[in-house]
């Protein structure tokens, strides 16, 4: 399969720990895919439209505050007619502007919640999960692979403590993550360990 599914992640620097976590946990989908990882740049850096528009999941978390350029981001996928799915960390304190920016999506998009990493993981993993068996036919899962992942999301309540690993493995602002039966890396090459 050469099809990249894009998994865009607009949050802010306050959610660094989040933006990390998604991008690790989508890893752990049992199946045998291409994910291309998109996050809101930070600093320098122009929002890609194109991964915005289109994203096979678009997700966006608010915390304390709103900041550049995740506003824009809500507001390019409403303009595509693609609205992210929009999630709340909870049991913090808000800015002015955050608070107004979680009143201006509400009119949109109803805000889902979590307080802590495995209820993050575990919003985002059930979501993509039920998305990717949805559209089966559309993005090449086996049949093996459409059994693996109903199983995998039926277990995911008891492997939710993953999500509380302490590890710090960075993937960057953007990733890719290849699957090694299905590697088309145009152009590059598989480094080995040895």
């Known amino acids: 399969m050469s099809q990249e599914l894009i998994l865009y992640i607009s949050a802010a620097s306050d959610l660094m720990a989040e933006r990390h976590l998604i991008s690790r946990a989508i890893a752990e989908i049992p199946a045998d895919l291409r994910w291309h990882i998109v996050q809101s740049p930070l600093k320098e850096g122009e929002v890609d439209h194109f ?100 199983e995998w999301l039926d277990k995911l309540d008891e492997n939710g403590d993953e999500a509380q690993d302490s590890r710090r493995d960075e993937l960057g602002a953007s990733s890719v993550i290849l699957s090694e039966s299905r590697l088309d890396p145009q152009g590059g090459r598989l480094l080995n360990d040895s």
């Open 51 to 150: 991964a915005i528009q289109q994203a096979f999941s678009h997700f966006l978390i608010l915390g304390g505050d709103i900041r550049a350029p995740v506003g824009y981001e809500f507001a390019i996928g409403k303009q595509l007619g693609r609205l992210p799915t929009c999630l709340l960390k909870t049991g913090l304190n808000r800015t002015a502007a955050a608070v107004d920016f979680q009143k201006f999506v509400r009119l949109e998009r109803q805000w889902q919640t979590f307080a802590d990493p495995a209820a993050l993981r575990q919003t985002v993993l059930e979501q993509v999960g039920q998305k990717l068996l949805k559209s089966t036919m559309q993005i090449g899962l086996t049949a093996t692979e459409y059994d693996q992942i109903s």
